[in-house]
């Protein structure tokens, strides 16, 4: 087993086009310790005998980002998968080296790599404003994964294919969910949470449903030649999700309406 997973670790990429912080795992891996020790560590040390920063103006700079650039990437990636892509969703390989378009599909996946990266940065806020409740172990869990597993993707497998259709609806996601953190800020001092706050978690367990029956359907095609990997990978981590997801949503919605049920 020890054999099997040295092996894959050491199995060299698959697209001679390294772009940045892809060429070996050494760059991600050193970029999610440092994130990990911060936040854990050396950020609430720093913050320990400090006020909250006020980040308000940065926050909001930084959801509008966030929300321009998923946008962007969503138009892109529809109008590259419906047309110069011209993927087939019920195999989806990835474009050969030589395609026209191939460097489109190369940029546009990666834009969703990067956008991992920018993900980090509203953990970083929650520290500075010492908002350590809300750095939860699915909150750190969800960002470390999606950042490696991307990279993973496209060191071993290239650019674009199934990889990229399923990040497609995880751009979806978080369009709401930057636009939900955007109007939350406008309304910071009513204290009260905005009332499609929960429809987000339903649509992201949406999105994990979607995403693991396209892997099963994937997998279960012999003669695709698509990337099982993606699809295993795909599948079972959403197993994962919809688990930790789900009992998000049950203990933040569905556990109080029950508790107060009982008290009236």
Not at 107 to 131: A, H, Q
Not at 153 to 171: R, W
């Amino acid at each position: 087993m020890l054999d099997l997973l040295l092996e894959f670790l050491n199995r060299s990429p698959s697209d001679p086009v390294r772009l940045p912080l892809l060429g070996s795992h050494r760059p991600v891996l050193m970029i999610l310790a440092t994130y990990l020790v911060f936040i854990k560590v050396l950020g609430p040390k720093i913050m320990q005998n400090r006020k909250p920063f006020d980040l308000r103006g940065v926050i909001k700079a930084y959801n509008i980002m966030q929300i321009l650039y998923n946008i962007v990437m969503f138009i892109f990636a529809v109008h590259f998968m419906l047309g110069p892509g011209d993927y087939n969703f019920k195999c989806i390989k990835n474009l050969p080296p030589e395609h026209d378009y191939k460097t489109w599909e190369r940029w546009l996946t990666y834009s969703y790599f990067f956008n991992k990266l920018l993900d980090l940065l509203e953990t970083v806020f929650f520290v500075l404003r010492k908002k350590d409740r809300q750095i939860s172990f699915l909150h750190v869990f969800h960002h470390m994964y999606m950042l490696y597993f991307s990279f993973m993707y496209l060191y071993y497998y290239g650019y674009g294919g199934h990889g990229f259709f399923m990040c497609f609806f995880n751009v979806i996601v978080h369009i709401m969910m930057y636009a939900y953190y955007y109007q939350s800020s406008l309304n910071r001092d009513s204290g009260v949470d905005l009332w499609w706050k929960k429809y987000i978690t339903i649509v992201q367990l949406v999105q994990f449903g979607i995403i693991l029956g396209h892997s099963i359907y994937t997998l279960r095609q012999p003669d695709c030649p698509s990337s099982r990997f993606s699809a295993t990978c795909a599948g079972s981590i959403c197993v994962v999700f919809i688990i930790l997801f789900g009992n998000f949503y049950y203990q933040a919605y569905v556990r109080p309406k029950k508790t107060e049920q009982k008290v009236l």
